[in-house]
């Protein structure tokens, strides 16, 4: 558990560094490091089901997080930088950062 | 109050050049249009080309300026920021939270429609009302862009500056932001050019500023000619390019029909065929003797700079219109009521003469002996072959589409009228009659001949225009100017004494170091004490005369006190040293100006 606690805090981190990338219209750059990020969103996602499958009082609706990660990659494909930044700053990282407290809490 | 009235009210008393918007009924573009953050915050929003651009952030637009704004540098002192883009203000507030109180922001807006947006849909008037916060639209107040870079960044601070881009400007205006960035970089460059002229004509500057103050109640400012030509008589303006001895001639039936406005180089080609020009423009304090020989010439009314060769002033016997003053000259300007129009004049007196063409609001604007090229090996009217230093050789498209050869300073001229031709309102025609030489892109090419048939069939009298214009100085403003001057003398006896005293409190530190009686405290505090001196000369009136003169020393001192020094003995050493050198510069510097103003003084008693 901690590890996973550990890998949302750092993808969090992530989550808003690329965000201000972005919000200082940075977007090769920005967009680059959201295209690595997407791959550890999607390995966290899957541990996030694993975790689920043993114990099912993991609150987290990951259905409601994929659907905000397909917004933000139309976003990017729309070039839509700001939009982009926004998904990753209101919307991806508090969802994290509230599984990552409600773990603090449960641990 | 709308934020519209509130907005307009507020542009149109601070005199930001923007009023010509206001003119016409612009209708509001609906592609334009505000919507509400999910914080509340009103957001811009912009429809182009199929692709919605939400100019801020739909959550947080306040904290996404802020991120955005930190990646700039602000703790410089006397920083110049210029911002690509206005938005909906938001952007813009960010940076003044940032900025030092003696920053400067510049913002230029690319589009009418959105700053009209703006003043419509959003309260921008805590940003209209910031002294150091100004707004410039493209093809609006472009003259005011270039004075306020011009005014604003100096040597000193030239590499204190920010130039940034508001979020999606850069992909809604491409173009554009190319154009913003060109002129930006080409004012880094003409600032350091600036700054060598400076520093080597400075003293000159000075003896001619002093020496036009007598010739001030026969003065005016090139603002009293504001009105005066109708928009739709041609301004031709006459330069000293080889091609000039071909269609001289031709500018005779132009005479009363168009403006003609002669560079000072080109003045004897036309005396010499009793072809008088309605002006005679001169800005280069160097200019040779030759051009003025003429005794015609002094009878031609004459746009100039106070700081033009010496002499020009003093001996013109016709009118005599200022133009582009250092504030010297602009205070005592102030002081009789009126005010010297800053016209930029692109580092050449033809430049210049296009500029004041443009001030005039002239529609036809059309250049004669303008090769900025050579022919063969002749730089100039009448077969002349100046001979100057070439870097390397420079070869542009010439007026026929083949290539021509030419020189770096001429191909920066050309560059800036370029500029300035892509931002002229669409009603106003620039067009190149030279018959030779570069192609300026953005004229019109064409015969002298085919321009005067179709351009000059109006009579117009300038000259009857021009003796109508009342005097700068009446007889009773008399005595303004002399208290004028004498302030400055007296300024000049007071800085002797001052310029003594430092210079003996550096010759003694000088020798203590030389004798190794080492005394950082004491050092330090005498150099806090010249420091404070430097600043109680800012106050002076005739501060700006000093600064000009002693500007190259201080040019080359700045140089030396750059380079890295072993230990703080040779800090104060050099500090010291090069304050020395300064004061006795100035010491010299005040005496020549002493005499000159009481020269002027004995001349303007005598007046009266």
């Given amino acids: ?107 | 109050m709308s934020y519209f009235t509130k907005n307009k009210e507020i542009i149109q008393n601070r005199n930001i050049k923007l009023d010509a918007l206001f003119d016409d009924e612009i209708p509001l573009d609906d592609k334009i249009y505000s919507a509400v953050a999910k914080d509340g915050t009103p957001i811009m929003i912009i429809e182009h080309n199929n692709s919605i651009y939400r100019m801020n952030s739909l959550y947080n637009p306040i904290q996404e300026t802020k991120f955005w704004v930190s990646q700039y540098d602000f703790s410089k002192e006397n920083m110049v920021i210029s911002l690509f883009g206005l938005g909906n203000g938001q952007f813009v507030r960010s940076i003044i939270d940032e900025m030092k109180e003696d920053a400067h922001l510049i913002i230029v807006e690319p589009s009418k429609e959105i700053f009209l947006s703006a003043i419509h849909e959003y309260d921008m008037s805590d940003i209209l009302l910031r002294k150091n916060v100004f707004i410039t639209v493209m093809g609006v107040n472009d003259e005011f862009w270039s004075y306020l870079l011009n005014a604003t960044i100096k040597w000193e601070n030239v590499y204190n500056q920010i130039v940034c881009t508001h979020p999606y400007y850069s992909r809604l205006f491409q173009n554009e932001l190319r154009i913003f960035n060109e002129r930006i970089s080409r004012n880094y460059e003409s600032v350091s050019i600036d700054r060598n002229t400076e520093a080597h004509f400075g003293p000159k500057y000075v003896k001619a500023m002093i020496d036009c103050l007598h010739s001030y109640p026969k003065i005016n400012s090139m603002i009293d000619c504001k009105n005066i030509v109708p928009s739709d008589i041609p301004g031709i303006i006459i330069a000293a390019g080889p091609s000039l001895d071909k269609n001289i001639e031709e500018l005779r039936s132009a005479k009363g029909k168009a403006v003609l406005f002669a560079t000072d180089r080109a003045l004897p080609a036309l005396l010499e065929r009793c072809i008088i020009p309605d002006f005679v423009v001169t800005v280069d304090p160097d200019k040779p003797d030759a051009c003025f020989a003429d005794e015609k010439s002094r009878t031609i009314p004459l746009i100039c700079t106070a700081h033009s060769k010496l002499g020009v002033i003093s001996n013109h016997e016709s009118r005599i219109f200022l133009i582009s003053c250092y504030d010297y000259i602009n205070n005592l300007a102030n002081k009789l009521g009126s005010s010297i129009p800053y016209i930029d004049t692109g580092a050449s007196v033809a430049t210049t003469a296009f500029s004041i063409c443009l001030y005039l609001g002239l529609k036809n604007i059309i250049f004669v002996g303008q090769d900025l090229a050579f022919k063969g090996s002749v730089t100039h009217a009448g077969g002349e072959e100046e001979k100057v230093y070439l870097d390397d050789e420079i070869y542009v498209e010439g007026i026929d589409g083949k290539i021509v050869k030419t020189r770096f300073d001429w191909e920066r001229f050309r560059l800036w009228y370029e500029d300035r031709i892509k931002y002229l309102p669409e009603d106003v025609k620039v067009i190149d009659a030279t018959e030779g030489g570069a192609l300026i892109h953005g004229t019109k090419v064409m015969t002298l001949h085919d321009v005067v048939e179709r351009y000059c069939n109006q009579q117009f009298d300038v000259a009857k225009e021009i003796e109508n214009i009342p005097y700068l100085c009446t007889n009773e403003k008399l005595s303004i100017i002399k208290d004028y001057v004498s302030c400055g003398l007296n300024e000049c006896n007071s800085l002797v004494e001052i310029a003594r005293n430092i210079n003996n409190l550096c010759k003694s530190t000088l020798t203590k170091i030389k004798r190794k009686q080492i005394n950082f405290k004491k050092f330090e505090t005498d150099h806090k004490k010249i420091k404070k001196t430097n600043e109680s000369l800012q106050k002076l009136t005739i501060f700006q005369l000093i600064d000009l003169s002693v500007f190259k020393t201080t040019v080359e001192k700045h140089k030396e006190v750059n380079t890295k020094l072993k230990n703080e003995v040779d800090v104060y050493h050099q500090i010291f040293t090069i304050y020395q050198e300064i004061y006795d510069q100035m010491l010299q510097l005040v005496s020549d100006m002493k005499e000159n103003f009481e020269k002027q003084l004995d001349i303007l008693n005598k007046l009266s």
């Fill in chain 1, 1 to 107: 558990m901690e590890e996973l606690k550990k890998s949302i805090t750092d993808i969090a981190k992530k989550l808003k560094a690329v965000a201000i990338k972005l919000y200082q219209m940075k977007e090769s750059e920005g967009y680059s490091d959201f295209a690595e990020l997407i791959g550890e969103m999607s390995q966290l996602v899957s541990t996030i089901y694993v975790v689920k499958s043993q114990s099912n009082e993991l609150m987290f609706h990951e259905t409601e997080f994929l659907q905000k990660l397909t917004l933000a990659v139309k976003a990017l494909e729309d070039r839509d930088t700001i939009m982009l930044a926004d998904i990753l700053y209101y919307e991806l990282k508090p969802q994290l950062l509230d599984l990552r407290n409600y773990l603090e809490m449960t641990n």
